[in-house]
Structure formats: C-alpha cells, structure tokens
C-alpha cells in the first residue's frame, strides 16, 4: 500500500480499524457543523441554549462512561470484551445518528444526547485500547498519526463538505449518517477473526481468546 508515495504495509486489523474510524466520522461529519441549526429549526420550543445543553449532556455523559469502562477493559485479559463493547458503541451511533430523524421534543433530544453519548464511550474505550495493541512495531507514529489524519480529520473535513451541499435536507443527512455507521459496524465483522485467530508467541497479546 502506498500512502502519500510512500511504501507502507498495515496489519489487517489496523486496516479495519482505520477504515471504520474513517467511515464513522465521515457521518458524523455530515451533520456535526449545523447540527445547532437543525435543533433550533425543528425542535419543538428549542433555543441555541438547548443546542448547548444537548452538546454538554452528550460531552458529560460520554465522560463519565468512558474513563471507568476503559479501565475495567484494561484488567481484562485479551480483547474478546473489548470486541464485544465497541460492537455495542457503533450500534448505540447507529442508533445516535437515526434517532435525530424522528425527534420532535427536547427532552426526546436530550435523551438522544445521553444515548450518543454513551455510545461513544463505550465505541472509544474499547477502540483505542485495541488499536494500541495491534499498531506495528516500529510504525506506532505513522500509523497513529494515520489515525489522527485519516480517522479524525480528513474523515470530519470530507462530511462536513458533503452535509454543507445537502444542509437544506437535514433529515436526508442523518439518514446518510446512519447508513455509514451501519456500513462501518458491519466492517467490525472482519475484525472478528483478527483478534481471535490462532496466536502464536509473535502475535500481538490481545489476540488470545478468554
């Protein structure tokens, strides 16, 4: 594979890894820049001040979530748990993402906050534990800064850009958002026989079974 010409080679699991990021936060991407006009526009009674309460609830929720998750992953032994609460994640953002289609009050927006929020704790915890474990050796600062580049800036650039041609068709967006976040969960799939293949003494730790 080569990458801005030059010669690279990730493990499979990174690969996918990368690619799922990168297809999430294309969604996310897609309506995170007028998400506040959205909220004001079609929430019943809703101000700016709900659009900040809604982002602050997602924000603390996550928080509180995803620190003491996190940890409790780390005493595990090997990544069948960590496999199991990402899974869990992306489909709580799938749900995030759908859920903004059919809400009407604020307190259905609140709850929804609470939802994505949680849902990226869980989605998080677990992905960056096991893409820690699987980053080459040799390679953990290009393939991290793949991670940074790709998964959380390019990806976000490239929706934003997309969500601000269709911004007059908000409830398509989120349609589109969810659908990329199905698209992203279903490559967790190849995952699977990533983390639990057979290992031998060269193979990366997370991938023994429990």
């Known amino acids: 594979m080569k990458i801005f010409n030059i010669q690279v080679t990730l493990n499979r699991a990174i690969q996918i890894l990368l690619a799922f990021l990168f297809i999430v936060n294309v969604g996310e991407g897609l309506f995170s820049p007028f998400l506040a006009v959205f909220i004001v526009g079609f929430i019943s009674g809703a101000t700016l001040k709900t ?72 989605l998080m915890a677990a992905y960056y534990g096991i893409f820690a474990r699987h980053v080459d050796k040799g390679a953990e600062g290009f393939e991290w800064s793949l991670f940074s580049v790709g998964g959380l800036t390019l990806s976000v650039a490239i929706g934003g850009a997309i969500g601000g041609i269709l911004a007059d068709i908000f409830r398509f967006i989120f349609l589109m958002a969810g659908i990329l976040n199905i698209i992203a969960t279903a490559l967790l799939l190849f ?13 990366h730790r997370g991938g023994s079974e429990k």
């Open 51 to 122: 659009a900040g309460f809604a982002v602050a609830i997602y924000a603390i929720a996550k928080s509180v979530v995803q620190i003491p998750l996190a940890r409790r992953l780390d005493k595990q032994v090997g990544e069948r748990d960590d496999f199991y609460v990402m899974i869990t994640g992306a489909m709580l953002s799938i749900l995030y993402a759908f859920g903004f289609i059919f809400i009407k009050l604020q307190w259905h927006l609140y709850l929804l906050s609470i939802i994505g929020g949680i849902g990226g704790a869980f």
């Open 191 to 203: 995952l699977y026989s990533q983390l639990f293949k057979p290992t031998t003494p060269e193979t």
